[in-house]
Antibody
Framework: EVQLVESGGGLVQPGRSLKLSCAAS????????MAWVRQAPTKGLEWVAS????????YYRDSVKGRFTISRDNAKSSLYLQMDSLRSEDTATYYC??????????WGQGVMVTVSS | DIVLTQSPALAVSLGQRATISCRAS??????????MHWYQQKPGQQPKLLIY???NLASSIPARFSGSGSGTDFTLTINPVQADDIATYYC?????????FGAGTKLELK
């Protein structure tokens, strides 16, 4: 059974940093692109970033470019999202997902990030 | 970015057919694929993939869900609607970066 378990969320002040982690199991992690998708409270879904099988290629939405870094450790079957210079508009539930040619097959339960002073 | 437009809500009776539409601001089809996908999200839960590439049922999804469409116009059909189907449904395109989602259609009971 595919499992994706996010961690690392919480309350953080604007301008500060936070690092999210996602532990994957139940599938061959290195065979999948991976992604982060977020959802602001009571809002819709928004793709944040994707990473290739070996981490050699990364893709970001414009609003997080230069502030967020997606990475992975295939030996640990783990995905990460380093978030720097956080803004109030980054407040959301962040989901770890598999990314099959841009289709998000499997989702974690999500982790909440609140950016507020 | 490709904008996907969905109706905000749809009221339906149990046992009836529900048809949810999604219109893209430009074509999301290639010569081989229709790159539109559908997700279901219940309150407090993560989204779940229902349909990929416009018409392919995802793993473990009941056959009462189906998808159709090409180019800019796509449809998710639920027939017959069951109580467990009450949720918000999102379309999403992967034709171009960034992948974009519709704003969601909330399926409600009539």
């Amino acid at each position: 059974e595919v499992q994706l378990v996010e961690s690392g969320g919480g309350l953080v002040q604007p301008g500060r940093s936070l690092k999210l982690s996602c532990a994957a199991s139940g599938f061959t992690f290195s065979d999948y692109y991976m992604a982060w998708v977020r959802q602001a409270p009571t809002k819709g879904l928004e793709w944040v970033a994707s990473i290739s099988y070996d981490g050699g290629s990364t893709y970001y939405r414009d609003s997080v470019k230069g502030r967020f870094t997606i990475s992975r450790d295939n030996a640990k079957s783990s995905l990460y999202l380093q978030m720097d210079s956080l803004r109030s508009e980054d407040t959301a539930t962040y989901y770890c997902t598999t990314d099959r040619y841009g289709c998000f097959d499997y989702w974690g339960q999500g982790v909440m990030v609140t950016v507020s002073s | 970015d490709i904008v996907l437009t969905q109706s905000p809500a749809l009221a339906v009776s149990l046992g009836q057919r529900a048809t949810i539409s999604c219109r893209a601001s430009q074509s999301v089809s290639t010569s081989s694929y229709n790159l539109m996908h559908w997700y279901q999200q219940k309150p407090g839960q993560q989204p779940k993939l229902l349909i990929y590439d416009a018409s392919n049922l995802a793993s473990s999804i009941p056959a009462r869900f189906s998808g159709s469409g090409s180019g800019t116009d796509f449809t998710l059909t639920i027939n017959p609607v069951q109580a467990d189907d009450i949720a918000t449904y999102y379309c999403q395109q992967s034709r171009e970066l960034p992948p974009t989602f519709g704003a969601g259609t909330k399926l409600e009971l009539k």
